[in-house]
């Protein structure tokens, strides 16, 4: 009898605020299913701008002064952005008056995802409400109306966003990865040891997952 490969065990650190990590794992998606890679993703909460105040920046602003950027570069930074993003199936929609959201409720609201078995499709639905829909993620209302979206309760939702109950989970899950080294993100690590850095398109991460399965089974943890 031939037996079932175990799966590949993938934790990606993200923020929701971050073009590359939607990119990123558009790309790793790709790669996943055109090698037909068992696995099972687990998302990871980092914040990008932990200090961003609660009714957040607008992104022309933050972006300057963060990064230093010019107009002319924040705009081709743009259209790189969408050209990746139409790569891979993701939409991005810029506009002068989009902004920077603080997202620590954002990741309370997926820790709780996680417990319900939606953080997957929760997480999706907010790399769309921020890069495609232009939503306000600063507004635990709106954050309550993706989460239904997803099937999620929306009632429920509003109340752990109202009463921070995972508040301390989340900090320490921040913390957890900061001091395994993490700096930035995208950051998927395959199988707890081989991180991966960044966006590294289709074809770098379908050579990373045939690379993963030629490894002797004895050199891969099990989940």
Same mark, same amino acid.
């Given at each position: 009898?031939?037996s079932?490969?175990?799966?590949?065990q993938?934790?990606i650190v993200?923020?929701?605020?971050?073009?590359w990590?939607v990119?990123?794992y558009q790309?790793?998606?790709?790669?996943?299913?055109a090698t037909?890679?068992?696995?099972d993703?687990?998302?990871?909460?980092?914040?990008l701008n932990p200090?961003?105040?609660?009714?957040?920046?607008?992104?022309?602003?933050h972006v300057?002064?963060?990064?230093?950027?010019?107009?002319?570069q924040?705009?081709?930074?743009?259209?790189h952005m969408?050209q990746?993003g139409a790569?891979?199936?993701f939409?991005f929609?810029y506009?002068?008056?989009?902004r920077?959201?603080?997202t620590?409720?954002?990741?309370?609201l997926?820790?709780w995802a996680?417990t319900?078995?939606?953080m997957?499709e929760?997480?999706?639905?907010?790399?769309?409400a921020?890069?495609?829909?232009?939503?306000n993620?600063?507004d &635990?209302? #709106?954050? *309550?109306d993706v989460?239904a979206?997803?099937?999620?309760?929306?009632a429920e939702?509003? @109340?752990?966003?109202a009463?921070q109950r995972?508040? &301390?989970? #989340?900090r *320490?899950?921040?913390h957890h990865?900061?001091?395994q080294g993490?700096?930035?993100v995208? @950051?998927v690590v395959?199988?707890r040891?081989?991180?991966v850095?960044?966006a590294q398109?289709?074809e770098?991460?379908?050579s990373?997952?045939n690379?993963l399965a030629?490894?002797p089974k004895?050199a891969?943890?099990a989940?």
């Amino acid at each position: 009898m031939t037996s079932t490969p175990p799966k590949l065990q993938i934790d990606i650190v993200s923020d929701v605020m971050c073009p590359w990590c939607v990119i990123g794992y558009q790309q790793l998606a790709a790669a996943l299913e055109a090698t037909g890679t068992p696995h099972d993703i687990r998302w990871h909460p980092f914040e990008l701008n932990p200090n961003m105040p609660p009714e957040g920046q607008n992104i022309r602003e933050h972006v300057a002064e963060k990064y230093g950027s010019t107009k002319e570069q924040s705009e081709a930074s743009r259209v790189h952005m969408t050209q990746a993003g139409a790569e891979v199936g993701f939409e991005f929609r810029y506009s002068d008056d989009k902004r920077m959201h603080n997202t620590f409720n954002t990741h309370q609201l997926l820790h709780w995802a996680e417990t319900q078995g939606r953080m997957h499709e929760l997480k999706m639905a907010l790399f769309s409400a921020h890069f495609t829909h232009g939503r306000n993620l600063s507004d &635990n209302a #709106v954050l *309550a109306d993706v989460a239904a979206k997803t099937g999620l309760d929306r009632a429920e939702a509003l @109340a752990v966003l109202a009463d921070q109950r995972f508040a &301390n989970e #989340v900090r *320490a899950a921040e913390h957890h990865w900061i001091n395994q080294g993490i700096q930035g993100v995208p @950051a998927v690590v395959f199988n707890r040891r081989h991180l991966v850095s960044g966006a590294q398109g289709v074809e770098n991460f379908t050579s990373v997952l045939n690379q993963l399965a030629a490894m002797p089974k004895d050199a891969v943890p099990a989940s």
